[in-house]
């Protein structure tokens, strides 16, 4: 199945106690896509700018990662620049130059809108909506969004919301965006938002912990899933869009989205997220086979069978 | 089969931002107890002071716990109080006032040193130590310890883990034992100091992750087990406790600790911390039934069910 991914492309300079590196690459779209692209196919939409190196966009075509929707802009690509220190749950964001994302204007080719399954990456509310206006038919719409356009955007967040069939966040922004602390109630009223204008029982909220792993809400109930105990966690940069990769691509491959396809999406996250952290920027990806996805799957599913 | 447990009896101050006290009954014995009797029997051996009500004590006896091994001393029992934010997982302590506990002096009578399961709450290591050496041929030795005895006493401590079983600390505690932030390594440090003296495969680590659940750890591997999401928490004061007693109490009621009991036994603690919390003070535990114990298992079982 085909996926349509829209997001941002960057250049990180990331610090960690263990890793530290500049200029690289970096972005929801390049972590998404990359571990999407082991489940299914990736078309891309998003913008660079003149200063994005050949090889990277090799290395995207060379994985397979349809890019006839990334725009080279005039300008600069955007830029991100944060420091993690040892709790690697929390970062500092150092420096944000936008650049060629400032004038991000997301048009879909004719042909990109009929793909089915939407990955909307964490970017303007205003963009994502733009974006769902051209879809024609979308089947499966999975959101990301943050604590900026929470506070900032509530209103057309909440329109995106809407139209939303899986969403993912983190616990902090899940409190934010319910106003409320206790976790188990804001993810009903989330949900609840979620299918305010659409049957009961449609939207999932996926609730990422970092290291924690992560929890699954829908009216059926909750699943818990953990992370994989790591030895060597060098760079968590991009984990939560790698996670939305494995998860998105896996569910994409499947017919229907059943509460069975969805847990096993979520192990397949689990474990591309478990591989990005692995090494600086998203190269923890770029050489994996199915064989190593699913010795990983296997360990995770000793560490969670009773 | 029965437990020998020798821990703190205390009143507690409590403060969170959902519920308040003062003069709560608490302590290590009395959250562990009350958890671990709907199991197996327990013994406590610990002390109060002469302002102990008697209710608490009826109430203690009512629920079949043996308290021949309790002294009541001169003086005033052991008080701590303390105040929880919104992140129930962190809390300040406000003040604690040892009094009859200062000079505890645990003397096991013959009778309780022939219990084959020992459960050492939260105490210097010194008294640890000497409760062990009283103790004619341990089968199960459980212990918890906290950040204090870890950096005050950490050579007593470690001739305690050379004889324990099983070690139950949460994850700060984990990572200041064994000089190592990454938990995965951690723990692979702490059972070693463990097994130092034994053989490999001997020792158990369980690391307490709060509203995150737990992580198990021995040489055959880990196994991870989420709490259930709650819409109400309380008071989180003895949740620790209040896990080691279903843990407990469920291990020493099987006939061998293979790692399927240790599974079980890790779900029952889980159950049993989830109903602790949910009411200030120990009284989430005190009016419950294998039926209601059992439902919340259930639901814990579908929510890790992949």
Chains 1, 2 share one sequence.
């Not at 690459?25 to 003149?50: D, E, N, P, W």
């Not at 900026?148 to 809407?162: A, G």
């Not at 591989?275 to 770029?286: H, S």
């Not at 994996?288 to 009773?306: D, G, P, Q, V, Y």
Request: charged letters at 20%; one cysteine or more; aromatic letters at 8%.
């Amino acid at each position: 199945m085909n996926i349509l991914a829209v997001g941002s492309i960057a250049y990180d300079s990331i610090k960690t106690p263990f890793a530290s590196g500049k200029g690289v690459l970096g972005g929801s779209l390049t972590y998404f896509s990359l571990a999407a692209k082991y489940f299914s196919r990736v078309s891309i939409v998003g913008v660079v700018g003149q200063d994005f190196k050949r090889q990277h966009l090799n290395l995207l075509r060379k994985h397979g990662i349809n890019l006839s929707g990334l725009k080279i802009a005039n300008g600069k690509t955007f830029r991100w620049s944060g420091i993690y220190n040892y709790d690697l749950n929390n970062r500092e964001t150092l420096s944000t130059q936008l650049n060629v994302f400032k004038n991000f204007n997301p048009l879909i080719s004719p042909r990109h809108q009929n793909i089915k399954t939407v990955f909307l990456g964490n970017i303007d509310p205003v963009l994502q909506l733009q974006v769902l206006k051209q879809i024609k038919s979308p089947k499966l719409v999975v959101v990301d969004t943050m604590n900026y356009w929470i506070e900032k955007k509530r209103k057309i967040l909440r329109r995106v919301l809407r139209q939303t069939d899986i969403l993912i966040i983190n616990e902090s922004e899940a409190r934010q965006l319910a106003g409320q602390y206790n976790l188990s109630k804001a993810a009903g009223l989330i949900v609840g938002q979620m299918e305010a204008t659409r049957r009961a029982g449609k939207a999932t909220l996926l609730i990422k912990q970092g290291e924690y792993g992560l929890l699954m809400f829908h009216r059926r109930g909750w699943f818990s899933l953990p992370a994989i105990p790591l030895e060597r966690v060098f760079d968590p940069t991009g984990a939560g869009d790698s996670f939305a990769g494995g998860f998105v691509g896996c569910l994409a491959s499947q017919k229907t989205v059943t509460d069975r396809a969805l847990k096993k999406a979520a192990l397949y996250g689990t474990i591309m997220a478990s591989f990005a952290v692995e090494k600086l920027g998203p190269f923890g990806l770029t050489s994996l086979s199915r064989a190593k996805i699913n010795t990983r799957l296997n360990a995770l599913r000793l560490i969670t069978r009773i």
